[in-house]
């Protein structure tokens, strides 16, 4: 096991949004498992939620770099779950060990973020358009949506899972880069992922224990989101849960016929992120980093996988400073 120290240098990188909400979708995905038909799926999900977790964020990791946010585009896609999919049947047939069964757990929770991502986006009634509609209809369309987005992650983290993200983060980011160049996509490198999930990692931390600062001002501003971002019928996280569940659950189906399992989605609806406003916790986390104010300890394994620990605030001022100037930038 191998300490990986990474140089303040690489970390001038951008950022993207939407941690909080994954996390927790990816807790109300493996409740809404039917246990009856599919005890075995339910069963590993269970035994690995961080890494499910961990997975279901991991299709952002990207966006926080300009270069790399075309990798980022490509992994929210059924393209490359199933290029995934294929790769993971070829390189681990069964019967699987607790380490396959990990990884398959992680790979699940890429799916995730692909479907969660599909129910919140897109459609005339889907939660961002609503939301968008009821709270924020004299506001720039790609400004707006930030905020929303935001605003849920607050909500989810404040509501939901105060003081709950303190464990660590599992990647397995050789096989993800494998992943990537099967697919043509030959640019993606271990260290640039690891990078930019350093930066995810540290900003859900920041979410978790600071989130708190922007709480009331989000409600006061989208109140419509506060009232029905769980129970909106069409993409609100319970109808998300419910459609992310289904996909897995053909995928496990496939899985045991070593096949992957097709989607109807191809993601050519999707709007490119990269048009997108910074998330301001993912953008202090990135500056806190890069001034060294703030570290990610990153240990590496002998199976190609790194895990990520808990965030350490080495400069409490800097941080202090970051805080006080996150209000402005919601606005």
Do not use: K
């Amino acid at each position: 096991m191998t300490l990986v120290l990474l140089p303040p240098a690489l970390l001038a990188i951008a950022s993207a949004s939407g941690l909080s909400t994954h996390f927790h979708m990816a807790d109300l995905t493996t409740a809404a498992v039917d246990q009856t038909t599919h005890g075995d799926l339910a069963l590993a999900l269970e035994e690995h939620p961080q890494t499910f977790r961990a997975g279901s964020v991991f299709p952002d990791w990207g966006y926080v770099r300009e270069p790399t946010r075309d990798l980022a585009e490509a992994a929210h896609w059924p393209p490359f779950q199933e290029a995934a999919l294929a790769w993971f049947i070829e390189e681990h047939p069964q019967p699987w060990g607790a380490g396959d069964r990990e990884l398959l757990v992680f790979l699940m929770g890429i799916i995730c973020h692909g479907e969660t991502d599909e129910a919140w986006h897109f459609g005339s009634t889907a939660f961002l358009t609503r939301g968008l509609a009821e709270d924020l209809p004299a506001w720039d369309a790609s400004r707006g949506e930030a905020l929303i987005e935001a605003g849920v992650d607050i909500f989810v983290q404040v509501e939901e899972r105060p003081g709950m993200e303190d464990r660590d983060w599992y990647l397995p980011v050789e096989g993800l880069v494998e992943i990537y160049h099967s697919l043509g996509h030959t640019e993606a490198n271990a260290l640039d992922i690891i990078l930019a999930t350093r930066v995810q990692r540290l900003g859900l931390f920041l979410e978790d224990t600071a989130g708190w600062l922007l709480y009331l001002y989000l409600r006061l501003t989208i109140p419509w989101c506060h009232d029905n971002y769980m129970e909106h019928y069409d993409g609100g996280l319970h109808n998300g849960a419910e459609l992310t569940a289904n996909r897995l659950e053909q995928t496990w189906d496939a899985l045991a016929s070593r096949r992957p399992a097709e989607s109807e989605q191809d993601g050519l609806e999707h709007t490119p992120h990269a048009a997108c406003r910074r998330s301001a916790f993912v953008d202090l986390a990135r500056e806190l980093l890069e001034c060294g104010a703030a570290e990610v300890p990153v240990r590496q394994l002998g199976d190609g996988s790194v895990r990520l620990g808990q965030p350490l605030i080495l400069d409490r001022a800097a941080l202090a400073r970051g805080l006080a100037q996150l209000p402005p930038l919601l606005r």
